[in-house]
């Protein structure tokens, strides 16, 4: 078991910045490919970003590639998204996620995740 905790959310104007983290507890996160995961009110939940195990490879959504950059301190259990540049239609719940493997593949389907955080809430003002 993982138990994951993000915190950074906030209301920022478009064009802002904030940074996002995810902290982990129960398990090594250096055991797990993490992601970042967003929903929208009346929309599916969507992949936002992802990190490898030692956090060498990252991928990104198109919408988002370019202003946001994930990555991880497996030292401190924890992982981070840097989201600059911010639009409105950013404006959602942003979930942590975590997916026990041993291979170094990555993954973008939510379905694919084995652990979630609660979310923080993303607001971003016009």
């Known amino acids: 078991q993982v138990q994951l905790v993000e915190s950074g959310g906030g209301l920022v104007q478009a064009g802002g910045s904030l940074r996002l983290s995810c902290a982990a507890s129960?398990?090594?996160?250096?055991?797990?490919?993490m992601g970042w995961f967003r929903q929208a009110p009346g929309k599916k939940r969507e992949f936002v970003a992802s990190?490898?195990?030692?956090?060498?490879?990252?991928y990104y959504a198109d919408s988002v590639k370019g202003r946001f950059t994930i990555s991880r301190d497996n030292a401190k259990n924890t992982v981070y998204l840097e989201m600059n540049n911010l639009k409105p239609e950013d404006t959602a719940v942003y979930y942590c996620?975590?997916?026990?493997?041993?291979?170094?593949?990555?993954?973008?389907?939510?379905?694919?995740?084995?652990?979630w955080g609660q979310g923080t809430q993303v607001t971003v003002s016009s």
């Open positions: 129960g398990r090594t996160l250096s055991d797990f490919v």
């Open positions: 996620a975590a997916k026990r493997t041993d291979s170094s593949g990555m993954y973008y389907r939510p379905d694919e995740y084995d652990y």
């Open positions: 990190i490898s195990r030692g956090g060498g490879t990252t």
